[in-house]
């Protein structure tokens, strides 16, 4: 593939048969980087064994309050894809334990999960939940790319999984979100990105079809369900988190994903043949309006009319959900990206739900629901060159100044004016407005989810981007208008790290908790990296540890970031090597 859309139909074929090899992380990755001269080592505090059934270790806080005092209990789960050492019998998905606060310690060390531990009563190498969830009866094995959504902090349960041969499935969220669902792509066709849209809504899978030698996006409807809840048993189950009742595609759910299926395939131009990533938001914050306009899906069941006209326009709970989006996709061979307008499908989709009364009754019908006509397809707005090969796209979540950043090859993370595009609103031409230079080859960008604040805007006012090149992580801050921004002077590095391909922020609970988490492909382990301090802000009082307003601190001599800016968690070993890592609060 060249910028002139030109392609080689073999060398098409052939890399896109090595998607999930070691070839095609090279392809999409690019090469190993360099240790900067005079990397440092951080600190790593010892482990401590929790004394409950559960068992699992902690570092930070104590001492330990034992069994039946769990204080502000919480816990982050987190799914690694990687290329495994025996992909024949690994699926190459793992789900373990990132971070949990319990029993007045906080955890950050990657871990098995102790749920797992219990259940199996298996011993401390065997535990289960490290390795292989397989979410269907189809062969799950090398996957490509996963992704889960951002826009509900603490409530994108699960993660979607693309495999080489083209299947989706969820990947396990913890023991209180298992559910399984799976779906096909069509003959010929090889996932190599996809993204969630904010609420679960959608996913958007960027493909290769071999036949025809076109890029393209398949278009996912998601619907999520209450745990142990099904599509023939869909008001079953533990209900206690405010899920739907019932099978609702395409409407902003919480993540725990029960149903999914293709709807079609938009294609991209014929310039854009070999799309590698791709990123989506839909600009709406499921936090603004606590209260009545922020409903809890399982008390207002869309079958009874007087709920459902409470989403339509001038309704208490009108601006509940999102009404359009953008999409952002881009060819590293071909060093261009695309955007594309989402609203189209969302418009039907909403249409349908809450229009006219037979339209919201034709969607009880799985079998004919849900689809998507040619009038719902989102649409591309527009392509631009870059001129350089792109590494990393995000998109901004939500606020007036929605961005998309795309980071190419030599290190400049570019900023991109969304022109209402990103909440359904635009119709004018996208333009960059700025750019920031991080470090080469910039591999990960990823969301600022650390503060207290994660559910306001600074999941949008920060970013980190990891660059490959030289094995760092960089700080950026982003200016009031989203049109500039600076890389802070602190940077991340360590001497453990073999290769570092892609990292993922914490979201924090009760406890403010500042933790990174990053794939080390070459060093087959998910490290984590605390930058700042652990404050216990829920579970307070005498006797408790990490008490604001200092909390616990970094270092062996509990210091603040601005003194000693890292501490090392530990790293959990995986059966091959990692290129992907997400993470959610789950219940």
Known sequence: MDTAGRVDPNAYVAMA???????????????AGTTPANTPTWHKRGDTKLQTAEGGWWQVGGPDAGAGNWGDYFSN???????ADDPNNRVGVSDF??????????????????????????????????????????????????ARCYGRPGWCLESVVAYQNGLLSTAQGSNTALNRSSTQLGANKVPTGIAVTNSNEFALVTVWDTVALKGQIAVVALAGL????????????????????????????LGNTGYMKVLGYVDLPDTMRAPTEITATTGWNPWNGMGQNRPTAYKT??????????FMAGGAY??????????????????????????????????KYFGARGDFDSTKDLNTWPNMPEAA???????????????????????????????????????YDL??????????????????????????????????????????????????????VRWVDFSSDHNSAVVRPTKLSDTRLADPVMIEDNENHGTEAWVLSVADYAGKSVHNFRYGSVIFHTNRGSGKACQPPAGCGLGPNNLPASQYPFEYGGAIKLPGKPFFVTTANVP
């Open 17 to 31: 048969g090595k998607m999930s090899a070691a070839e095609g992380i090279a392809y999409r990755y690019g090469n």
């Open 77 to 83: 789960f987190a799914n690694a894809l990687h290329v």
């Open 97 to 146: 334990l990132a971070i949990a606060q319990s029993y007045n310690t906080f955890t950050q060390l990657p871990q098995p999960a102790p749920v797992w531990t219990r259940q199996a009563a298996l011993g401390a190498t065997d535990w289960i939940g490290l390795d292989d969830y397989n979410g269907s009866t189809v062969n799950a094995r090398r996957p490509v790319a996963g």
């Open 226 to 253: 209450a745990n142990g809840a099904s599509p023939s048993n869909p008001d079953i189950g533990d209900q206690g988190w405010g899920d739907w009742g019932a099978v609702h595609p395409g409407l902003a759910n």
């Open 301 to 310: 069941p869309l079958n009874t009319e007087s709920n459902r006209q409470q």
């Open 318 to 351: 009108a601006n509940a959900y999102a009404k359009g989006g953008m999409a952002i996709v881009v060819s590293k061979s071909e060093k261009r990206a695309a955007f594309i307008d989402l609203k189209p499908l969302f418009d039907y989709f909403n249409g």
């Open 377 to 415: 397809k989102p649409r591309v707005v527009q392509t631009m060159d870059l001129g350089a090969r792109p590494t990393a796209v995000k998109a901004t979540l939500w606020g007036s100044n929605l961005r998309g950043w795309i980071a190419t090859e030599e290190g400049n993370m570019r900023l």
């Open 419 to 472: 022109g209402g595009y990103g909440n359904g609103t635009g119709t004018g031409t996208l333009k960059q407005v700025g750019s920031v230079m991080t470090g080469p080859n910039p591999t990960s960008i990823a969301y600022f989810r650390g503060s207290t604040s994660d559910m306001d805007n600074d999941i949008n006012n920060y970013a980190m981007v990891l660059s490959r090149g030289d094995k760092t």
